[in-house]
């Protein structure tokens, strides 16, 4: 295991415990909306890709709306969170994965719809993970990844600047939504919709093609 795997994986792994608690107190009111657009872009054939799906939230959320789901997360702790609510609902069609979404275990064109939310902010090579969505996407899938941009006033990136200090839980891109719609477009995909929802933090609801 590499210094950034290591690193990141010690975080998430310390931080799983208190993740629940901690969206429902913080962005509760923004994740209900991020989730009623997921809901609109899927289909009841769907082959999903979650990356980043920490205790398995937006999977959960959705797994009923589609055919299956493979949701993966560099941190045991969290899945380890997430397989125990998937034996408390008997939910069958969610696959739990340890996997590094700076290099995929999947082949190429596996997925019809690819989901990160709140994930490419957080990342120092961001390009890595968006590359690896856009080769196990299909032709004809979509890339779902609505992500806080801190950087889109003032006041948000001083939130972001002192949640981090405190908390150790560090925006490393401080995006407007203007810039992370050009990482995107940079990296091979064309925007199909992009969206502000307002909250603690401006979030960019971005769905994109290759």
Not at 137 to 157: H, M, R
Request: charged residues 25%; proline residues 3%.
């Amino acid at each position: 295991m590499n210094n950034r795997q290591h690193k990141e994986r010690k975080f998430w792994d310390k931080f799983a415990g208190n993740y629940d608690k901690f969206i429902k107190k913080t962005v509760d009111k923004t994740y209900q909306s991020v989730l009623s657009n997921i809901e609109s872009e899927l289909e009841i054939s769907n082959t999903v890709l979650e990356i980043g799906t920490g205790t398995g939230i937006i999977s959960f959320a959705i797994c009923s709306k589609v055919a299956s789901i493979v949701a993966t997360d560099i941190s045991p702790a969290m899945l380890k969170i997430a397989t125990q609510k998937q034996e408390e609902t008997n939910i069958r069609n969610i696959d739990f994965q340890i996997q590094d979404s700076y290099q995929l275990t999947f082949p190429d064109n596996t997925f019809d719809v690819v989901i990160a939310s709140n994930l490419l902010h957080l990342l120092y090579e961001p390009e890595k993970p968006i590359s690896e969505v856009k080769r196990v996407l299909k032709d004809n899938g979509i890339f779902i990844a609505p992500t806080f941009c801190a950087g889109e006033n003032v006041k948000s990136k001083m939130i972001a600047n002192i949640a981090g200090f405190f908390s150790g839980f560090r925006i490393v891109n401080k995006w407007t939504i203007n810039d992370y719609k050009k990482i995107l477009t940079t990296n091979g995909f064309s925007i199909n919709k992009a969206i502000r929802i307002d909250g603690r933090f401006p979030m960019a609801y971005v769905v994109s093609k290759k």
